[in-house]
């Protein structure tokens, strides 16, 4: 069994059990795979000092820019609308007139535009539906554009691109300006320990960036990002926190333990999110039958993040069983984003401590092999998901993306500042220091090869949500290529992280990616597919690849015979519910309750 707790900011594991030789990786060569990842890494090795780091959105050239003031030319004003029915004042016309009598230039534009315009967010140019595509930021090179691709359009408020018929505030140029707080000053206005809201209020330093607004005029939560709240975790500091006891990363790309890439084991991370069920329990099945093997001789594991409702226990309890690690992933995951978004930290603890103590209590799973959780939908809830998670005891977090980078990252501790920016579509991250470790998603490349270095590229942080994996030799290849991507630069965890529905609704893609393991595994004598707490594990106490197949962590529930079956009979219980109404089905080893379990009612008993 493998135990942890938290000791300031790591995780102790304590270990055991017996070293098993690993298979000889000259029995199973595939010319195939051979060919291709030769072919990869030459290509790879080529590129590798070309590639910088991606941006989810796509930085907009000069000729954008010059498309979207063009689009303004011609007006009487030149930055007005074109809602139908809009007609100029007498002042605008006069100012329109008076601007035409000079030259404009980008920088007077850049200054007129900016003078009233919070930093980093995005404004229209020309407000209605005809150009609701268009918006622009401002920044300090300069005025930056984006167009959304077709069939979308800019919600100002969500600060993203949206489908069309979502967007509602296409007349509008741009969100009301918000009171900041006056952190730096000329002159101090306050008291040590204290700091100015927008209108010179002088509050304790404690007060600001705490999801509740102190101010008068509100500034206190108005600048509250990772570079300006107050209260920020500090930046990693490596000669105050060393293994076993405490481990950071300046840039979260060096290797734990200072060890050289290539004698590091590349691990492999599959998860799984979602209930398990009858859909999907058949995928799991096949894929993780015992087949597949790691050098050590011990069968391939996956990490699933269990939500609750259509969730089948019994069939959590089998794969915990297994060997498999059990995460939590809530009980409702609601679809809404801003129900996570704005979430309490209360509610956070329900939906995400109450996920496992439903597997605890209908999936015999003991609590202390649950050891983290995911968000629904990837949204985040800022601190107060972090800081009900710390209160809740999870060990770590595997819910924030790291934009697509050379090198990845590896995963880091959130005592610390993140060492990448908060990516994604306007997501909250924390920003405080939260005794959480984060197992970040690393976003996958979705091209099948190393492309040039000025191509703009978006990844994806789920697998099956890259759009240009379109058949099964697209997947084979970009698995290829991502695989390369980690091995031959840091070998940071490689993630694959997947919905069932994507390989039930497309077999071919399960065939693809069964196929590649396979090959992975028989080419490689270093390379191990393990579970998060697993990756944990080796970072407290990193060996190298001659090492790792007596690794003790990566050897407990080594095959799926090695745990008895407990389950005699599964009950389908079928459950009324007093929030969901109707009947609701249970299934469980253990006998039904009364009622449908939910919120803040892990027993069932309807209240």
């Known amino acids: 069994m493998i135990n942890l707790k938290i000791i300031w900011m790591w995780i102790v594991f304590g270990f055991g059990g017996l070293t098993l030789a690993h298979d000889d990786p000259s029995k199973h060569e595939h010319k195939h795979l051979s ?9 790879f090795k080529v590129r590798n000092k070309e590639i910088v780091n991606k941006l989810n959105i796509v930085e907009e050239n000069q000729v954008l820019m010059e498309e979207i003031l063009a689009s303004a030319q011609g007006r009487s004003e030149m930055f007005d609308s074109d809602i139908p029915g809009y007609t100029r004042t007498e002042k605008e016309a006069t100012d329109a007139k008076e601007r035409s009598k000079r030259q404009v230039d980008q920088e007077d534009i850049r200054n007129a535009l900016c003078q009233d315009k919070n930093a980093g967010e995005f404004f229209r140019l020309v407000a209605g539906p005809t150009h609701c595509r268009d918006v622009v930021s401002c920044t300090d090179a300069g005025l930056q554009a984006i167009r959304c691709p077709p069939g979308l359009a800019f919600d100002l408020g969500k600060q993203t691109c949206e489908w069309r018929r979502q967007v509602t505030d296409c007349n509008t140029k741009s969100r009301p300006k918000l009171a900041l707080p006056l952190f730096n000053t000329d002159e101090p206005i306050c008291e040590r320990g204290e700091l100015a809201c927008g209108d010179g209020q002088c509050l304790p330093r404690t007060l600001f960036c705490d999801d509740k607004p102190d101010c008068v005029d509100g500034s206190d939560e108005n600048l509250c990002d990772s570079r300006n709240d107050p209260n920020r975790a500090d930046e990693c500091d490596p000669d105050q926190c060393r293994l076993p006891e405490c481990y950071c990363s300046v840039t979260g790309r060096e290797i734990p333990g200072g060890l050289e890439p290539e004698s590091v084991p590349q691990m492999i991370v599959l998860t799984f999110d979602d209930a398990i069920n009858n859909n999907n329990f058949e995928i799991f099945q096949n894929l ?114 790291a934009p697509l980078s050379n090198p990845p990252f590896w995963p880091y501790p959130l005592a610390f500042a993140a060492p990448h920016r908060c990516h994604g579509n306007f997501q909250n991250c924390p920003t405080r220091s939260h005794t959480v470790m984060e197992m970040v998603m690393n976003e996958f490349d979705p091209r099948e090869e190393p492309g040039d270095n000025d191509e703009q590229v978006a990844g994806c942080a789920m697998l099956d949500s890259c759009s240009s994996i379109r058949s099964s030799d697209i997947l084979y290849n970009v698995l290829t290529h991502n695989f390369i991507r980690h091995y031959e630069q840091n070998r940071a965890p490689l993630g694959l992280f997947l919905h069932a529905a994507w390989l039930k609704k497309q077999p071919e893609m399960l065939d693809a990616l069964q196929f590649w393991l396979d090959e992975v595994l028989s080419t490689y004598n270093d390379v191990y597919l393990v579970t998060m707490s697993q990756v944990l594990a080796w970072m407290q106490s990193p060996v190298d690849s001659r090492d790792a197949a ?30 969901l109404g109707g009947t609701q089905r249970l299934q469980t080893c253990n006998s039904c309750p009364a009622y449908y379990p939910w919120i803040n009612d892990v027993e069932g008993a309807g209240y």
């Open 288 to 401: 993780l039958d015992g087949r597949l093997k790691n050098p050590n001789g011990c069968d391939i594991k996956a990490t699933f993040f269990v939500s609750h409702r259509y969730n089948n226990y019994s069939m959590a309890q089998e794969m915990h069983r297994r060997g498999h690690e059990m995460a939590s992933h809530s009980i409702t995951h609601d679809n809404e984003e801003k129900y996570w978004d704005n979430g309490t930290r209360e509610n956070w603890e329900a939906e995400i401590g109450g996920a496992r103590d439903l597997l605890v209590r209908w999936g015999n799973i003991p609590a202390e092999d649950i050891y983290g959780s995911r968000a629904p939908l990837l949204r985040l809830g800022g601190n107060r998901q972090f800081s009900a998670l710390e209160r809740a005891g999870f060990v770590y977090d595997s819910s924030m993306v």
């Open 550 to 579: 007596s690794f003790p962590a990566w050897k407990q529930k080594c095959t799926l015979l090695d745990t008895e079956d407990t389950c005699l009979v599964s009950n389908n219980c079928p459950l009324a519910s007093t929030v």
């Open 35 to 43: 060919m291709n990842l030769n072919n990869l890494k030459n290509a």
